[in-house]
């Protein structure tokens, strides 16, 4: 025979321990959603200082003299074709962002960016637990409606 006082007293017991899991998943939410939308704004900022580095760097790449002496002894310097200044300039960038002047933007915005990826997946973890908890508690919740009806 089945203890409806002893059942009804474990169900009210399940419902107090979830109350406790569901204010702790809502404040893990609450807290994933702060650091999400911190790592996302940084990750932007971040962004956007490199982009600015990068364009200086460009502009000033771009504006250098790339004449090479002429092989027919005039004296007179010749123009790089188009392609081959793109192809310095990538080249160039490409070393900046190794170990030049891009080297510490460049990485700090990666860094950003793989934080806030990290945020956005913690993020999604919390409310992957928060409605866990919420519907384990709303069942709970019609289980105790149901048995007080």
């Given amino acids: 025979m089945i203890d409806m006082k002893s059942e009804f007293a474990a169900v009210i017991v399940d419902a107090r321990n979830l109350n406790g ?4 998943a ?8 702060e650091a999400n939308t911190k790592a996302q704004r940084t990750a932007k900022e971040m962004k956007a200082n490199y982009e600015a580095i990068e364009a200086e760097f ?15 002894g005039d004296g007179k310097a010749t123009k790089l074709l188009a392609d081959a200044i793109k192809a310095m ?8 962002q190794r170990n030049g002047v891009l080297a510490k933007p460049w990485a ?9 990826e990290d945020a956005a997946l913690a993020l999604k973890q919390a409310e992957t637990q928060f409605s ?7 069942l709970v919740g019609n289980i ?3 048995i007080s009806a």
């Fill in 21 to 24: 899991a569901l204010d702790d």
């Fill in 26 to 33: 809502t404040q893990d939410l609450r807290l994933a959603l």
């Fill in 58 to 72: 460009d502009a000033e790449a771009w504006m250098k003299d790339r004449s090479v002496p002429s092989g027919n």
């Fill in 144 to 146: 105790l409606r149901a």
């Fill in 132 to 138: 866990g908890v919420k519907h384990a508690a709303d």
């Fill in 108 to 116: 700090m915005m990666n860094a950003a960016a793989y934080a806030a």
């Fill in 89 to 96: 300039v990538a080249a160039e960038k490409a070393k900046a």
